[in-house]
């Protein structure tokens, strides 16, 4: 491929990643459950609902693409527009965790309506009077977005534990969903710079087995803890964002004046 095409294709691929109304971005294993010595399967996807066009294996696009088991962590290795993105080995048993971290992306946005629809979405209304406060335009201004995607796969018995993997932001699953009992709902932690995230929002996206999709939301606790409660044989998307005034340099070098960090994760639960 001429090194023409190359850029092209990562152009292209960054442009189309933008979070437009709230658009999530996801892990999207072809199954969440493989025997030891299968591949992991998995797209890169952005949408709505839990629907939306996958996307190749372009290095220039993340900062991190790895597969975790426990403590263990090694690189997702892939050519340049492999698609799906992900095709890994999965040879040991346990619970592996995907984990994705894109570089960052700028959107411009022409009207403040659009920026507030956002905003408000994400339970971060507080960012228009921030704006007003800051002497902002209206319009023609821009923010730099960065996604922070894992996803939870059961190799073999599935057996062990996600944990804190040192992303910005971050939810973690306090219960395996694929062992645990999960009568109760599934535990998991929301984190930013290590830290939990109390009172914030987590957006549930529950798909069925039927392709049905119910959209939610939840909140944590004190201590950045917030159960989602789940049905056997339904799959999960889970999200909450970060919005913020960006560091003085990060604002020069993007000319921006919001940062927005996106926190997902992917799980199944199994059938009865």
Same mark, same amino acid.
């Given at each position: 491929?001429?090194?023409?095409?190359?850029?092209?294709?990562?152009?292209?691929?960054?442009?189309?990643?933008?979070?437009?109304?709230?658009?999530?971005?996801?892990?999207?294993?072809?199954?969440?459950?493989?025997?030891?010595?299968?591949?992991?399967?998995?797209?890169?996807?952005?949408?709505?609902?839990?629907?939306?066009?996958?996307?190749?294996?372009?290095?220039?696009?993340?900062?991190?693409?790895?597969?975790?088991?426990?403590?263990?962590?090694?690189?997702?290795?892939?050519?340049?527009?492999?698609?799906?993105?992900?095709?890994?080995?999965?040879?040991?048993?346990?619970?592996?965790?995907?984990?994705?971290?894109?570089?960052?992306?700028?959107?411009?946005?022409?009207?403040?309506?659009?920026?507030?629809?956002?905003?408000?979405?994400?339970?971060?209304?507080?960012?228009?009077?921030?704006?007003?406060?800051?002497?902002? +335009?209206? !319009?023609?201004? /821009?923010?730099?977005?960065?996604?922070?995607?894992? =996803? #939870?796969? @059961?190799?073999?018995?599935? $057996?062990?534990?996600?944990?804190?993997?040192?992303?910005?932001?971050?939810?973690?699953?306090?219960?395996?969903?694929?062992?645990?009992?999960?009568?109760?709902?599934?535990?998991?932690?929301?984190?930013?710079?290590?830290?939990?995230?109390?009172?914030?929002?987590?957006?549930?996206?529950?798909?069925?087995?039927?392709?049905?999709?119910?959209?939610?939301?939840?909140?944590?606790?004190?201590?950045?803890?917030?159960?989602?409660?789940?049905?056997?044989?339904?799959?999960?998307?889970?999200?909450?964002?970060?919005?913020?005034? +960006?560091? !003085?340099?990060? /604002?020069?070098?993007?000319?921006?004046?919001?940062? =927005? #960090?996106? @926190?997902?994760?992917?799980? $199944?639960?199994?059938?009865?």
């Amino acid at each position: 491929m001429k090194r023409s095409d190359l850029f092209f294709l990562a152009t292209l691929a960054a442009l189309s990643l933008s979070p437009a109304s709230g658009h999530e971005f996801w892990i999207d294993p072809q199954s969440h459950q493989v025997d030891s010595g299968e591949e992991i399967i998995a797209d890169i996807r952005v949408g709505q609902n839990f629907e939306g066009p996958s996307y190749p294996y372009i290095p220039p696009n993340f900062r991190l693409f790895e597969l975790a088991r426990g403590k263990a962590r090694a690189e997702v290795e892939g050519r340049f527009g492999d698609r799906p993105a992900m095709f890994q080995a999965a040879e040991v048993a346990g619970l592996a965790i995907v984990l994705h971290v894109t570089t960052g992306s700028r959107l411009v946005y022409n009207e403040l309506g659009k920026f507030r629809t956002f905003v408000e979405h994400k339970d971060a209304a507080w960012t228009l009077e921030a704006h007003r406060e800051r002497g902002l +335009p209206e !319009a023609g201004f /821009a923010e730099l977005y960065t996604r922070y995607a894992k =996803s #939870l796969v @059961a190799v073999g018995d599935g $057996a062990g534990q996600d944990r804190a993997y040192g992303l910005e932001t971050e939810i973690v699953a306090l219960e395996n969903p694929y062992v645990d009992d999960l009568s109760d709902g599934v535990d998991v932690r929301v984190s930013y710079k290590g830290a939990p995230r109390a009172s914030t929002q987590v957006e549930v996206f529950e798909k069925a087995p039927d392709g049905s999709v119910l959209v939610s939301t939840t909140r944590t606790d004190a201590n950045g803890v917030a159960t989602v409660p789940v049905k056997p044989g339904h799959r999960y998307m889970l999200d909450a964002v970060v919005l913020r005034e +960006p560091a !003085a340099d990060i /604002a020069a070098a993007h000319e921006v004046v919001w940062e =927005s #960090l996106w @926190a997902n994760l992917t799980f $199944a639960v199994p059938d009865e």
